[in-house]
Nanobody
Framework: QVQLVESGGGLVQPGGSLRLSCAAS????????IGWGRQAPGKQREWVAA???????NYADSLKGRFTISRDNAKNTVFLQMSSLKPEDTAVYYC?????????WGQGTQVTVSS
């Protein structure tokens, strides 16, 4: 069974940076597309970024240039580097892993951007 555990969230001031991590187990991590989504209070979950097994990355248009997704297949971990953070980036951030037609989600990590 796929398990995804996010970490690295917290409180950061506007303009600051944060790096999230997601450790995966229970699957052949290196062969899967991995990504991140987020959900702000009172809003639907939105897609943030993804990285394929070949390392190709994609980002939500509104986040390009500020967020960077990467992966370390040796450690079964995916990262989300976030910079120039804004209060509207406040949300619970979830990593996901695609396995065929199934998308597995982690439990999420809270990111709060506030002064």
């Amino acid at each position: 069974q796929v398990q995804l555990v996010e970490s690295g969230g917290g409180l950061v001031q506007p303009g600051g940076s944060l790096r999230l991590s997601c450790a995966a187990s229970g699957s052949i991590f290196s062969t899967r597309t991995i990504g991140w989504g987020r959900q702000a209070p009172g809003k639907q979950r939105e897609w943030v970024a993804a990285i394929t097994r070949a390392g190709k990355t994609n980002y939500a248009d509104s986040l390009k240039g500020r967020f960077t997704i990467s992966r370390d297949n040796a450690k079964n971990t995916v990262f989300l580097q976030m910079s120039s953070l804004k209060p509207e980036d406040t949300a619970v951030y979830y990593c996901y892993q695609d396995s065929g037609s199934i998308r597995y989600w982690g439990q999420g990590t809270q990111v709060t951007v506030s002064s």
